[in-house]
């Protein structure tokens, strides 16, 4: 993953070092101000309210295959950057491309079909349909984009991965709040989306359960390919990801790579909810505004 924040002149360094960090993902990348990835953002904000930047400039790049976490305090933009990203809400300012697609130059009308066919999404209230069994709430994506034959089998198929293939018949109502994730998690994969957006998918999980649901999202990258952006406030669901992204008022001021918990919950500890860092932790000074954080690929990492 690469990142940094936009809104200013690049130098040759910067862009040389973006291409690199476009090149050490999954993706190719192209050598230019656009390293190639799943998801691209450039200089991407969002105010509300004129002149309260919910999230500031971000230059932002994703390549494919990768597992992205997004963590920092209530407030602090997580759901605003997912939210953009995903094409369900529209940035004040910059770029996002998905798979190469500027989201900005879509209709809606465009932009909910490329939402149907290459996104997937999974919240933490799982949304199913309560008038739907639990096979026609994961074979739903697959409707809305015209039927075919085999949508059931690719449904069922779906189910049986998120191990409930038994419960196909039943209805959400029969459903606990983990069975109900896994349901979400197989409606989110059926269409076999280039990004998973994930916005605290555990968040009203208890722990086991949420391990659980952390699991196929992991496998879904790992052995699927599948490409994850989820928004987390837990440590532990954070430390599953292959990089973790920390924003603080509207501003991405650190990554990690291949954190474990203790060292995410030190490094939360650091982010004040003030925005005033704390001398605690091993945390780094925030990176100078022309300065791109790198990160190298670590694929196939254990986890
Ligand atoms: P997080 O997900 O990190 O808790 P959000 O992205 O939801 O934070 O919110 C970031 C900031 O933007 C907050 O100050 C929030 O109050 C504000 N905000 C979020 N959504 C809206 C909205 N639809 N209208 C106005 N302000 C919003
Ligand atoms: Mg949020």
Redesign the pocket.
């Known amino acids: 993953m690469f990142w940094r924040r936009g809104g200013h002149p690049r130098t040759e360094a910067e862009a040389a070092a973006a291409a690199t960090a476009g090149r050490a993902g999954a993706g190719p990348a192209s050598g230019t101000r656009s390293p190639a990835g799943a998801l691209v953002l450039e200089g991407v904000h969002r105010e509300y309210k004129r002149g309260v930047p919910a999230l500031r400039p971000l230059d932002l790049t994703v390549p494919s295959g990768r597992f992205l976490a997004v963590m920092g305090p209530s407030g602090c933009g ?2 605003t950057l997912l939210q953009c990203a995903a094409g369900l809400d529209r940035p004040t300012g910059g770029t996002v491309r998905i798979g190469g697609t500027d989201l900005s130059s879509l209709s809606e009308t465009r932009l909910t079909r490329l939402r149907r066919e290459r996104l997937g999404f999974v919240f933490q209230a799982h949304n199913l349909v309560p008038s739907l069994s639990v096979l026609e709430n994961v074979v739903l994506p697959l409707m809305l984009g015209g039927t075919a034959a085999g949508d059931e089998l690719r449904a069922r198929d779906a189910l049986a991965a998120v191990g409930l293939a038994e419960r196909a018949g039943a209805s959400p109502a029969e459903l606990s709040g983990g069975q109900s994730q896994r349901v979400a998690i197989a409606r989110a994969l059926v269409t076999r989306p280039d990004i998973v957006f994930a ?2 998918p555990t968040g009203a999980l208890d722990p086991a359960t949420a391990q659980e649901v952390l699991a196929l999202l992991r496998r879904a990258v790992d052995r699927d390919g599948h490409t994850v952006v989820m ?1 987390t406030h837990d440590p532990v669901a954070a430390a599953r990801a292959d990089e973790i992204l920390f924003l603080e008022r509207g501003r991405v001021v650190d990554c990690l790579e291949g954190a474990d918990p203790d060292q995410v919950r030190r490094f939360m500890g650091a982010l004040g909810r003030d925005g005033e860092r704390r001398q605690a932790g091993p945390v780094k000074a925030p990176a100078d505004t022309r300065t791109p954080v790198l990160s190298t690929a670590h694929a196939g990492a254990a986890r």
């Open positions: 997580k759901s916005d605290e928004v």
